[in-house]
């Protein structure tokens, strides 16, 4: 049975190289360590292209792969790890390189891993759960990993997804920025998932039951949760209140939770499935950071299309959470790189962007800022931030707006969505 396992997902490996590729954005950066012993580990959400982008690092190398998302291997204290470790290099050969899918469906994965690293093996792990990376990889693969994090596409892979080279000549031609802002609108309404983009599926259909999917398979089922509605519930809550600011207790209140503990928990649950994302206050006090409202986004703007209850999108929200996504797909971690602020006036800064211990940028979010007193409300914000934080790096990011604007001796920098997207 196992035999038949390999061989088969050997056929669905060929399979998926042949199909055509959209390069990823991290691709460059993750080649330069396909050599080094380190232990590659690609994660993210299901669906966005883990598998694909992990078999195309790999593919000028002779190379097994497992996929452990399956249900025909055996049942996990039945699955003899020698044995398949056999069945893998009668299938490909004598080669060191090896991709294992989804590797957090393996019970102690981790140990096997580690033995595989000692004996040589240069290793490719893909995974989707964030707990990978924060406690199990932490603490089983301290110093022997490199995490590269896959979310759904980017706007550049869009575009390259499109076939569509926006050059400044190009540009200046009304009906290509035309095309351009199209583009992005269609990104910001229905995300950035691969199958979504490539193959023009209906984003409502198709990303309504994946979440539901995800849910279940990475949530529900695998942290055995009982009370499946309770934390469905939450799920679509926070994607019908996205960017806003919420605080456990009063979700507990609003969703009917009996302890706020619990309500904690499922939340935690949602972040390890990179469902939805937690972002905390900025603030030197530790006691402040702990006790302020977060603020939540979804991993994809598709889910908020396809899960939000209101009839009408809410542009400037989906804006919001598409800037987030962006920041985080850039490398940033939330709470670590990447918080919101609230100056001592109570005006608030969507987004305070740290290197280190230095503040390097604040970011504001606005669709609209034709109105003076929008304007003035954006731009009060960011200047007082930028004083009390000593930053002078201050952006609001419009839909199509491109100005700088001199105020109080710093420069504010309007810049239009679709350029910050490509910068």
Do not use: C
């Not at 598998?51 to 002779?62: A, E, I, Y």
């Not at 039945?78 to 080669?95: I, N, V």
């Amino acid at each position: 049975m196992l035999k038949s396992t390999v061989l088969k997902q050997k056929q669905e490996k060929e399979r998926l190289l042949s199909l055509p590729y959209i390069e990823r954005t991290k691709e460059e950066d993750a080649k330069k360590w396909l050599e080094s012993d380190l232990i590659k580990v690609v994660l993210g959400p299901r669906r966005a292209g883990k598998s694909v982008f992990s078999l195309m690092l790999l593919k000028d190398k002779q190379f097994a792969y497992l996929n452990f998302d399956d249900e025909s291997l055996p049942d996990e204290d039945k699955l003899d790890l020698d044995e398949l470790m056999s069945e893998l290099h009668q299938a490909y050969g004598d080669t060191k390189y090896i991709l294992f899918d989804e590797i957090q469906n393996l019970s102690k994965w981790e140990l096997f891993v580690n033995r595989l690293h000692r004996e040589g093996y240069n290793l490719v792990l893909t995974g989707s759960n964030a707990r990978l990376l924060s406690k199990e990889l932490a603490t089983a693969l301290t110093g022997r990993h490199i995490p590269i994090q896959i979310l759904p596409f980017n706007f550049k892979e869009i575009l390259r997804a499109k076939e569509y080279e926006p050059t400044s000549d190009k540009l200046l031609l009304p009906e290509e920025k035309a095309k351009l802002l199209g583009f992005l609108n269609e990104y910001m309404v229905n995300g950035g998932y691969p199958e979504v983009v490539i193959k023009n599926l209906d984003p409502r259909g198709y990303l309504d039951v994946l979440f539901d999917s995800l849910l279940f398979k990475d949530v529900v089922k695998r942290h055995k949760i009982r009370f499946s509605e309770q934390i469905d519930g939450l799920g679509s809550y926070l994607i019908n209140n996205v960017a806003g600011q919420y605080s456990i207790r009063k979700l507990a209140n609003i969703l009917g939770f009996k302890s706020g503990l619990t309500l904690e928990r499922y939340f935690s649950y949602l972040t390890e499935a990179y469902l939805i994302f937690s972002l905390n206050r900025h603030s030197a006090k530790v006691g402040l950071r702990l006790k302020s409202p977060k603020k939540a986004y979804v991993v994809d703007n598709g889910f908020i299309t396809a899960k939000a209850v209101q009839h009408s999108p809410n542009t400037g929200k989906l804006m919001e959470n598409l800037v987030f996504t962006e920041i985080v797909k850039r490398g940033n971690e939330s709470n670590r790189e990447v918080f919101y602020y609230k100056t001592r006036n109570d005006r608030e800064v969507d987004f305070v962007v740290k290197k280190g211990i230095e503040v390097v940028e604040l970011i504001q979010v606005s669709y609209e800022v034709s109105n003076y007193d929008v304007e003035e409300r954006e731009v009060k914000a960011l200047l007082e931030a930028s004083q009390e934080l000593n930053v002078s790096n201050l952006t609001i990011i419009t839909w199509n707006e491109d100005r700088d604007v001199e105020k109080n001796g710093k420069t504010i920098k309007f810049k239009p969505l679709w350029k910050w997207l490509l910068a």
